[in-house]
């Protein structure tokens, strides 16, 4: 059984969903092969060459895959691919680009956002934003998987694999690169953070979202949206969690003013405890938290994250 | 320049979904239909290119059963010319789709193929980047914004670091998020005015291409219940609980 993983990397960091998509790939059975493909990524290669499970690590190392262009990625891989049976990515922006796009030029039926290994040919994944969950048979030569890192433990502990350079052939693309609209901060990774706490609409102005920004520090979280405050301008796209957001797994999950459309729950599906605070007692988010706390939150905020402050310093 | 827009009919997205106690999917029947959200607004994108004067013909196409004329009669109503109903009562896997979509690209030539992002029944988020694979053409997945420039076009595209701008050449495939604009509501007058408009119906036959699933659906569950409900007094029991929860929780 052999196994290629795409490395998802940002800016010269391996992104920790790589370390989770290698924790899904284990259950497999075997080492898996790790393909670092970017402008400048040594560093990259060195921290996977770092992990278990890994065998060997192939740098594809070129101007041409800086912006993780789906038509370069999709060209390189589809030169490597040969002798593999999985070639794995996360479910990320890349790979979710990426992997569709070289399935079709293999002819192969690709299965996406993985949230469970059952042996060799059998996966779950989520549909109807997360109100069914599918277990799919896929007995092709070749499988190709996107994999929700959100939903499988990282793979931890020390390895030592030899990183090899691979030989690029004509990687022209026609998409012209422009420019990276980054969301500047310093919050950590929404995708993995143990803590998110979440605000919706109800805040009402950038300004007041920033009481969430507030709560989250205090708790060294990461921050999370709903669509409508994103739509609102309240918090950048990148925030937004649910179907069409990110998808989150944290120890607990904060949700505050946020009514909890089922779009808006298929994000937070994986969360080990939900607190809402919410003015509404009947709304769906406050029936399904683990805690709530009926009240409003431009008083509760405020109190609560003086009183955490304090008792977290203690 | 022409555009062709792939539309889905799909479960309204509105509708809470029942999984069957037999485990064989979800049940459909005499459930509300509708355009799958991220297709309307690839129709509204290439509605809104053609009033720009960008477009100068907008053919919408898609695949499914012959009550899928229905999201095509929307679509017209919104403002494309004409439809294509590829039928077929059959599960139709994304690929299979891509490999359709590719034959109407054949067909139709046209110098831009707008799809949604994701359709909101099986959430696969492939069918552009399958056709953009097959046909060997530049994609732009998630897009927000979209600007015509000279045989090019600019797109804005939400990524997981925010959001990221290129230029593509033309023949391109864009994929619509739901930002990228707001579907503009159909009244009545317009659907009977696009009741006359061309919607050629054809069996998936006539196309050539092999749609027996790759993949084969073992069963539908439904997903794991959570036992909520508990609420607090006070600020400070929350202070308490979120308190107790930092504490015990075991740092990576
Ligand atoms: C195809 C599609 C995809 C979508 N994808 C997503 C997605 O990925 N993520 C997502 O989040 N949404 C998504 N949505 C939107 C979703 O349906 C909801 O509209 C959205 O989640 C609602 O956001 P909200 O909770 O902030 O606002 P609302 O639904 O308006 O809820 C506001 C809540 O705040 C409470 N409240 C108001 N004032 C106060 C106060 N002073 N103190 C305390 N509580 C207060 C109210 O009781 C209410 O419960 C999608 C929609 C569609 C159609």
Known sequence: MSILVLADHDQGKLSPATQRVLGAVATLGDAADVLVAGENIGVVAEAAAKLPGVQKVSVADNAAYASQSAEALAGLLSGLVDGYEYIVASAGAVGRDVMPRLAAKLDVMPVTDVIAIHGADRFDRPVYAGNAIETVVNTQAKKLLTIRASAFAPIKGDGQAPIEPVSLADIKSVVEFIAELRTENDTPDLGTAQIVVGGGQSFASAENFKMVEKLAAVLGAAVGATRAAVDAGYAPNDWQVGQTGKIIAPDLYIAIGISGALQHLAGIQGAKKIIAINLDPEAPLVKLADLALIGDLFEVVPALTAALEQRLKA | ?252
């Open chain 2, 1 to 252: 320049m022409k555009i062709l827009v792939a539309v889905k009919r799909v479960v309204d997205h509105n509708v809470r979904i029942r999984v069957k106690p037999d485990g064989s999917g979800v049940e459909t029947a005499n459930v509300r239909m509708s355009m799958n959200p991220f297709c309307k607004n690839a129709v509204e994108a290439a509605v809104q290119l053609a009033e720009q004067g960008h477009a100068t013909e907008i053919v919408a196409v898609s695949i499914g059963p012959k009550a899928a004329s229905d999201v095509l009669l929307t679509a017209m109503a919104m403002g494309v010319n004409r439809s294509i109903l590829i039928e077929t009562d059959a599960r139709v896997e994304p690929l299979a789709v891509a490999k359709l979509l590719q034959a109407v690209v054949d067909e139709e030539k046209p110098d831009l193929v707008l799809l949604g992002k994701q359709a909101v029944d099986d959430d696969s988020n492939q069918t552009g980047q399958m056709l953009a694979g097959l046909l060997d053409w530049p994609q732009a997945t998630f897009a927000s914004a979209i600007e015509v420039e000279d045989g090019a076009v600019k797109v804005t595209r939400e990524v997981d670091y925010g959001r990221a701008e290129s230029r593509l050449p033309l023949p391109a495939i864009i994929t619509a998020d739901l930002r990228l604009n707001t579907p503009r509501n159909t009244a009545l007058p317009m659907v009977m005015k696009a009741r006359q408009k061309p919607l050629a119906v054809r069996p998936v036959a006539e196309f050539g291409v092999d749609i027996t699933p790759r993949l084969q659906i073992e069963k539908t569950t439904p997903p794991a219940e959570r036992s909520g409900g508990k609420t607090v007094g006070s600020v400070d029991d929350l202070v308490t609980a979120i308190g107790d929860d930092v504490a015990n929780m075991e740092a990576l």
